[in-house]
């Protein structure tokens, strides 16, 4: 029971490790594509060796591999949030275009072509 407590514990402080710790990567302006594969081998190294020696070790894999998750996803959340308002963006200057084009019409359809 108190194994299970100290893993359901170093969960949570895992999601706080990785949210913190990818807003202060961000900061740093660590390009993304080599914080994910590097965090990735340093959670799986830590999580065997702390399987061996302590609790302790095998948390801090935990927290590690879990933010570089975290991560990811946020990234790629910031990705498909970007390429969606510029899509957004892109469609409404086409509908402002084409309210133009019809109101144009309307005003004068001896000039249409």
């Known amino acids: ?5 100290i893993y359901i514990a170093g969960a949570g402080a895992a999601l706080l490790a990785g949210d913190y710790g990818g807003r202060a990567l961000f900061r740093a302006g ?4 080599y914080v994910f594969p590097v965090l990735l081998v340093a959670g799986v190294l830590g ?3 702390g399987l061996f020696l302590t609790h302790t070790a ?6 590690l591999f879990t ?8 990234d790629q959340w910031r990705n498909e949030a970007r390429r ?3 899509e957004n963006k892109r469609l409404s200057y ?5 309210k133009r084009r019809v109101e144009r019409l309307r ?3 001896d000039k249409s072509g």
Request: charged share 20%; no cysteine.
């Open 1 to 5: 029971m108190a194994e299970a407590l």
């Open 30 to 33: 660590i390009p993304d594509e």
């Open 47 to 49: 999580f065997w060796s």
């Open 58 to 63: 095998a948390l801090l894999a935990f927290a």
């Open 67 to 74: 933010f570089a998750l975290v991560h990811q996803i946020a």
């Open 84 to 86: 969606l308002k510029n």
């Open 94 to 98: 086409a509908l402002d275009a084409e």
């Open 107 to 109: 005003k004068h359809p």
